[in-house]
């Protein structure tokens, strides 16, 4: 089989998807049985963390089997950690160690910082312990290179890949969320490795679309249309995570799908956006950001975002779950929902539409709000 790799910075290629650990928890006879099939389909890269339950642990024992029967992928196995910052310096020196112990390896490829997603964390990552911190790992050979993951604002990622720190970065880039598509496309321009965090689920639940989804993206499934609008771009790979053998039947379809779009795939894209276009109507929110800010600091374009999937495709569990996690989810989503607006009406002015914004984040509102959930990790 021909096995397609993308460089991913200044470390070892990576295959066009990343097995995450997250969801193969049960024993490390599960972690074995979908790293042996993560090698049948084309996977060389795995992602894990020590937030991640017993995921390391079982790693280990997993790959040290797999070892000893003679099974790897072409050219091995390439690691990606991650810390979480604000730790200080004998802290992260620890939790490194233990990711080391607990992987069973005396170097992983991949260190990233997870989740800079304030200003604070940036701070901690270039001048504080965490330089510190990334300095020692790597002056030990511990680490091959640091990158980061960020759930942040636009302008912290840009300010983070501006720093010329990192040789590597996780972003939420999705074909039903393009927002941070120029950001990605700029790092690669740059040299960086560029994952894209979890498409399937973070993306809209692709997993189990809407029926108005699938009818949009005709012939394709939308989880495969997903994917390959991901690849075409560039991107170096894409997380996707498995607690069955099965989860990685279409990793494995589309494991040299390193092409440009086709015809067909391009046509289903354009249909998909204007289905969507003509559900919303005139009340489609164009997430330009004019209307920030808010006087109650109610992320409008993320709100109206959520609305434009619900209305626009139909994506009820995916819009309600983000929804309900606003307030629940710390730095990691938003903390206010729209249920904050006074309608004070000054953001109406600034939109280039003239959309009646306090009246659309009320529906949004009493369109989403269920019962509390939880992130599920931290």
Known sequence: MKVVRRQFGGGPPVSLFTLGTMRALKSPKQMYEIL????????????????????????????????SEGKEPIGGWVITSKVLPGQTLPEGQE????????????????LAIHGINLNKHLDWALKGDGADLIN???????????????????SLIEEALNSERFKFCSLHVHLLNQDNLPLALTALSNGL??????????????????????????PIPPLELAYRFLLAQGISTLTLGACKSDDLELAQKLSRSDEPLNKEENQAIENLLTQGKLRLGESMCGQCKECLPCPQKVPIPALLHLRNLRIGHDLESFTKERYNLIGKAGHWWE???????????????????????????????????ASPQRRLWG
């Open 36 to 67: 042996e099939s993560a090698i049948s389909a084309g996977i060389n890269h795995l992602e894990t963390a020590p937030a991640y339950g017993p995921a390391e642990r079982f790693l280990g024992e997993a790959l040290h089997q797999l070892k």
């Open 136 to 154: 020692w790992a790597e002056d030990q050979g511990l680490i091959g290179q640091i990158g980061f993951s960020s759930h942040g604002s636009y």
């Open 95 to 110: 939790q490194i160690k233990g990711i080391l112990k607990r992987i069973r390896v005396s170097q992983i490829n991949n």
């Open 193 to 218: 490795g560029v994952m894209a965090i979890s498409p399937a689920d973070k993306g809209g639940h692709l997993y189990a679309p809407s029926t108005a989804l699938i009818n949009d993206c005709k």
């Open 335 to 369: 903390s206010i929902n729209a249920n904050a607006c006074n309608s004070c009406g000054e953001c109406m002015p600034r939109c280039p539409k003239e959309l009646p914004i306090p009246d659309l984040l009320k529906e949004t509102h009493e369109q989403l709000i």
